[in-house]
């Protein structure tokens, strides 16, 4: 577990010692200001604001989560330092989940800047609920936990960076919008069920509404192990080949 | 400390390691001889538990690297042959992290990497990214990191390849100061590196291991007879006849002929029998008949050239096509690691072999060598 922290630790070094967080959370600060500032002059009621912002938001996550991921493990494949990594004594999963947890602190710091339009929402006078906030950050993180690990997947498979970031874009956009773009609406036929049911989508409005489901939180949580889980198995393969 | 039993590995359907079999007792140090796509790099990837072996099993240290590789890992130290480098870390940032993720304890880390600085002599660049470092100190920076947890067995892949003379020299150095608590293999494919650095040199080509065996062992066998070589002034008609009537000389070459002044000056060399030594003899029969002796030298042939008799006396191996899963092959496309596929490991046909010889007939000198003698020593030589 210490070693996970280590390999975190040294990933957000990486990301802050490159340009590459810079212009990353610049770019994703600029797209939520836009988003914010044009429910903002719209809508009148802050709760509502804080409720477009946040699923829009989160469609835009899976851009973000894909860009931050895909070198890590592409990138390290091409220096040779993953030789490094797994001639140490650190295990696959300890190297995979330090990966992971280091585009999630990029992540978190990138979503506390944006705590910048709730300061003026309330000193301009909006009410802002706590609950549907909290849920809407919890959804928000967890999202951006999914789209970091099919990332990290597609650079484990991929081990081109490129190749790896048109992988996790196209996936991630498939797994978002699965349900509604094979599934005609009102069918509610298993298979229907099923697709919409694995759409990312449809869990995520429910965090964006307030409503924290116990239901949607498992299941963001098993698509991160699954990925993570995938990415590892994916490396170990490569070694015994 | 090391062990390779019967270690195979494929890439896809070629068998780039076949049964190779070593050992490397504690405080040894053991070089990795042969040339590109000999399967150097891959042995040596099996040993730290990069690659899986698909068959046979690699023991360090006591662990067997597949039951229990992070124990296996934590008494290695590992240079390969593409120095892993994080170009956006300074040296230090870098250091402290490769100790951390090797288990140094954080109470020795500071030391310990203060330590290893100086050892490898990249001090003054504790503090400066390493991307902007010449390569010589990037290698020094590899060999840190390999040496930081001081552990038992250093591995180290080509660990002077593409340097100056004077960074591989202060390389070698820094490599001959761990010896002693270390046990240590080295591959190359510089010979001078073997003959400074090892004890005992393996040579594999081909994925098999062709001779295991001491330096000094390797260089007896490769003396095939007593040679000497002399430069003498006179005529060489004359002085040929003068040589050839000594007692104990099987053989005398004329290298440049150069008769036309007189006093001129030539180049012989002269093939003793074994275990004899005809220098006095030749010495008092030359002045006796009014020659200059100029130079009289015995003639070692050069760990160069054993080598090179070793690997281009192996014959080739008939390529048997062992099946192999086409998913295996599939993922072995992807990896970036042409360097050490068998791609132009010398296949050559028989003829080629034959003619070998004449390739070899040639040292540095320019003088012949004895084509024949070579059947002897390759059978010595396998044991």
């Given at each position: ?14 990301y ?18 836009i ?45 040779g ?116 049911f ?44 | ?10 890439y ?5 390691v ?18 590109n ?16 072996a ?14 229990n590789?992070l ?168 002085v ?6 000594l ?18 000056i ?17 010495v ?23 080598f ?14 062992e099946t ?53 020593r ?6």
């Open positions: 577990m210490k070693n996970t922290y280590y390999i975190t630790q040294r990933e957000v070094y990486a802050f010692a490159s340009p590459i967080a810079y212009v990353i959370m610049a770019v994703f600060l600029v797209f939520s200001g988003f914010f500032y044009s429910y903002a002059i719209d809508v009148q009621e802050a709760n509502q604001i804080m409720r477009s912002w946040f699923s829009l938001v989160g469609f835009f996550m899976l851009f973000f989560g894909s860009i931050i991921t895909t070198r890590l493990i592409a990138e390290e494949q091409r220096t330092t993953l030789e490094l990594l797994f001639t140490s004594p650190v295990r696959n999963w300890e190297v995979v989940l330090g990966k992971w947890l280091a585009s999630m602190a990029l992540f978190g710091v990138a979503l506390l800047f944006t705590f910048y339009y709730l300061l003026i929402l309330i000193i301009l006078g909006g009410k802002v609920d706590l609950g549907p906030l909290v849920s809407g950050y919890l959804g928000l993180l967890l999202e951006a936990g999914v789209f970091s690990s099919i990332g990290l997947f597609a650079s484990a498979l991929a081990f081109n960076q490129v190749i790896a970031a048109v992988l996790s874009l196209v996936f991630s956009l498939i797994l978002y919008i699965l349900g509604p773009l094979v599934v005609r609406s009102g069918t509610t036929d298993w298979i229907g069920n099923t697709l919409n694995i759409t990312l989508q449809t869990h995520m409005q429910g965090f964006a509404q307030g409503v924290l489901d116990l239901r949607d939180i498992i299941f963001f949580l098993s698509l991160i192990t699954l990925f993570l889980y995938g990415t590892g198995q994916s490396i170990s393969t490569r070694r015994a080949a | 400390m090391i062990k390779a039993e019967n270690l195979t590995k494929y896809g359907r070629r068998k780039v076949r049964e190779v079999n070593f050992e490397v007792e504690r405080g040894e140090i053991v070089g990795l001889l042969g040339p796509g000999a399967g150097k790099t891959t042995t040596m990837r099996m040993i730290t538990g990069y690659l899986n698909n068959s046979g099993r690699a023991v360090v240290a006591g662990f067997d690297v597949n039951e590789p124990e296996v890992r934590k008494r290695i130290g590992y240079l390969p042959e593409t120095v892993p480098l994080y170009n956006d870390m300074t040296v230090q940032a870098y250091l402290d992290f490769t100790a951390k993720i090797r288990g140094v304890p954080s109470r020795d880390r500071r030391r310990r990497i203060v330590e290893v600085m100086e050892m490898c002599r990249i001090s003054d660049v504790a503090g400066r990214v390493i991307g902007k470092l010449s390569r010589g100190y990037r290698q020094r920076v590899g060999l840190a990191q390999a040496i930081v947890h001081n552990p038992d067995v250093i591995i180290l892949d080509e660990p002077t390849v593409g340097l100056d003379p004077r960074q591989i020299i202060e390389i070698r150095h820094v490599i001959r100061n761990l010896a002693g608590n270390h046990s240590m293999i080295l591959s190359t494919h510089i010979l001078q590196e073997v003959s400074t650095l090892c004890d005992r040199v393996i040579i594999i080509n081909q994925g098999r291991v062709l001779v295991d065996d001491t330096l000094a062992n390797l260089e007896r066998q490769g003396q095939e007879s007593e040679r000497l070589q002399l430069e003498v002034r006179g005529k060489s008609p004359l040929l006849q003068t040589l050839q009537g007692p104990g000389i099987t053989r005398v070459n004329l290298q440049q002929k150069n008769d036309e002044e007189p006093g001129t030539n180049r012989y060399t002269v093939d003793g029998e074994p275990g004899g030594d005809p220098r006095e003899a030749i008092a029969a030359l002045t006796a008949n009014g020659f200059g002796l100029l130079e009289l030298k015995t003639a070692v042939p050069t760990l160069e050239e054993i090179v008799k070793i690997i281009t006396e192996d014959l080739p191996i008939e390529d048997e096509i192999k899963s086409d998913l295996d092959e599939e993922l072995d496309e992807g990896e970036e690691e042409n360097d050490e596929e068998l791609d132009e490991a010398p296949v050559a046909s028989e003829n080629e072999i034959k003619q070998a010889p004449s390739f070899l007939s040639k040292n540095k000198d320019g003088e012949l060598v004895d084509p024949d003698s070579s059947d002897k390759d059978s010595d030589r396998k044991k």
